[in-house]
Nanobody, 124 residues
Framework: QVQLVESGGGLVQAGDSLRLSCAASGRTFSSYAMGWFRQAPGKEREFVAAISWGAGLTNYASSVKGRFTISRDNAKNTVYLQMNTLKPEDTAVYYC?????????????????WGQGTQVTVSS
């Protein structure tokens, strides 16, 4: 069992940056691929970024590529999402997810554990 707790969300202006963190419980964090997803009001949950268990592979949605960076610190059981040049369309609840697969998959169904989410609001 893995428990995930996101933090770092907030209200920012367009062009600002935020760093989300996701702290995981359990001693097997390093064996999980990790992902970030988001869900805006009235929309389906969508993939944002993912990182393999060994941090050697990453994957990004085209809408955030070049602006967002996912990273992990296995010693701290934490995965991060650095978000730069934020846009109003990035406004959503951001969820952290852990999956037993090795690779950075984009499908939500590939992940086994989810956090409760953290709100990111970007004003124009």
């Amino acid at each position: 069992q893995v428990q995930l707790v996101e933090s770092g969300g907030g209200l920012v202006q367009a062009g600002d940056s935020l760093r989300l963190s996701c702290a995981a419980s359990g001693r097997t964090f390093s064996s999980y691929a990790m992902g970030w997803f988001r869900q805006a009001p009235g929309k389906e949950r969508e993939f944002v970024a993912a990182i393999s268990w060994g941090a050697g592979l990453t994957n990004y949605a085209s809408s955030v590529k070049g602006r967002f960076t996912i990273s992990r610190d296995n010693a701290k059981n934490t995965v991060y999402l650095q978000m730069n040049t934020l846009k109003p369309e990035d406004t959503a609840v951001y969820y952290c997810a852990a999956g037993k697969q090795a690779g950075p998959r984009t499908l939500a169904g590939s992940y086994d554990y989810w956090g409760q989410g953290t709100q990111v609001t970007v004003s124009s």
